[in-house]
């Protein structure tokens, strides 16, 4: 007869549920999400919290964009006129490309003064090989950007690997990439691009159908509304607090008013142009890089603590060189639309107040100083404040030392609210 075999005494009793978490257990939310639920009346709360600690976020930059505007067209009614609004947005393009590049660095906590001439170098490169060389333009336009991308590599190499301060790497890459410029382009310091050639027509080109200036609007505003939904809908699904219909329905509003203003603009003027249509597909796509992405979430880490980051498993390296090697990228895009610009490569490309103004449009735009805080939306109303400034010295005719000096004081004021801003977090235990 055979006896059952004998259970494990572990296996006898049967599988206990874990107990249900107590009535009073605290669990970890997004507070900005409560604050959500709560209506209008969260959003004052959230809004007088935020003053106090310091988070201002892009609203100082907002403030001084209408207040420029406003200054600006109270001098001269023209200047809010739909030719006037479109030039400011062709202006943008190439400054604004340097300026996201810039951010990212930025946002590390270190600086690139290299990216003026690295841009100059990128449309040398492309204008000698494809006039004096005979490459095709797309050819000519990729070696160019290559260009870019390689000197951030052997900057980022020098900083991250070797020990080089970021300041002294690419302050002999000011120096150096400017003779390399100047090597390449040859005794004239200038040469000409074809006519109504690649460059040309990427800075240049407008969509004069009223259809595309709305479309874009509307894919916009139907993309943000999409993607919001389903985040509420997963957080929904996961039993954690979302964003409420009437958030999302508000936000979307807001965003359609100034995205169909913006057409109506454009579509007043030339039409849509194709270089702001590729700068807004780069801020959006890096500031989803940035925001949803691993690589995006270790490079504030690193701008937020070297150590901690190295010993959260971050390849601290990796990304500082990666992110000189954006840079360098994101300058020579900006150098071929500089190019483009005048249809030419010249000499005097890179330098004046370009590397200054990419600096400034960076830090205008909300990105800190002091490395951990930052998005690439900051490049556009960064630049867009530069441009505006510009924009308005030249039709008041007013001289270009007023338009530094008005530039300079501005750039001041976003560093001293930045630093304030920091030192309230510091207080308030949120830096």
């Known amino acids: ?53 310091g988070d201002l976020g892009s609203m100082p ?125 040859g005794k004239n310091g200038t040469v000409n691009l074809k006519a109504n050639g690649l460059l040309y027509n990427l800075y240049n080109y407008t969509f004069t159908d009223v259809a595309y200036a709305y479309g874009l609007a509307l894919i916009g505003v139907l993309l943000y509304l999409g993607s919001s939904l389903w985040q509420a809908n997963r957080r929904r699904q996961a039993g954690v607090p979302f964003r409420p219909l009437t958030d999302i329905i508000v936000k979307t509003v807001l965003l359609a008013v100034v995205s169909f203003a913006a057409a109506a603009v454009l579509n007043q003027a030339d039409g849509l142009p194709l270089c702001l249509l590729l700068f807004l597909v780069v801020v959006i796509g890096l500031d989803l890089v940035l925001r949803r992405t691993t690589y995006g979430r270790q490079i504030f880490a690193v701008g937020g603590g070297i150590e901690a980051a190295r010993r959260a498993g971050i390849n601290v390296v990796w990304i500082r060189i990666s992110v000189f090697m954006l840079a360098g990228t994101m300058a020579a895009i900006g150098g071929m639309f500089l190019a483009g610009q005048v249809n030419s490569a010249q000499s005097t490309q890179g ?18 100083l002091f490395g951990g805080r930052g998005k690439t939306w900051s490049a556009l109303l960064g630049a867009l404040v530069i441009v505006s400034i510009q924009q308005g010295m030249y039709i008041l005719n007013l001289n270009t030392a007023i338009q530094y000096m008005i530039t300079g004081a501005v750039l001041l004021a976003a560093v001293v609210v930045d630093s304030l801003s920091r030192r309230t977090q510091k207080a308030s235990g949120r830096a």
């Open 1 to 53: 007869m055979h006896k059952p075999p004998v259970q494990d005494e572990a296996e006898q009793e049967p599988a206990v549920a874990a107990p249900p978490p107590a009535a009073d257990a605290i669990v970890a939310v997004d507070p900005r999400l409560l604050i959500r639920e709560q209506g209008l009346g969260g959003y004052v709360t959230e809004f007088k919290r935020r003053l106090h600690s």
């Open 351 to 368: 330098g004046g107040n370009t590397l200054m103004n990419a600096i400034a449009a960076a830090v205008i735009g909300g990105t800190s």
């Open 61 to 185: 930059v907002i403030v001084a964009l209408i207040l420029i505007w406003g200054i600006f067209q109270g001098l001269n009614s023209t200047f809010l006129s739909a030719n006037n609004l479109s030039t400011i947005a062709f202006n943008v393009v190439g400054t604004g490309m340097i300026a996201v590049g810039i951010v990212f660095v930025l946002l590390l906590g270190e600086i690139d003064l290299s990216v003026s001439y690295v841009s100059g170098l990128a449309g040398a490169v492309f204008a000698v090989l494809s006039v004096y060389h005979g490459f095709p333009e797309p050819l000519a336009l990729v070696l160019g950007i290559l260009t870019g991308t390689a000197i951030g590599a052997l900057q980022g190499f020098f900083f991250a690997k070797v020990g080089v301060p970021a300041f002294v790497v690419t302050l002999a890459g000011f120096l150096a990439w400017n003779g390399a410029m100047l090597w390449v382009l």
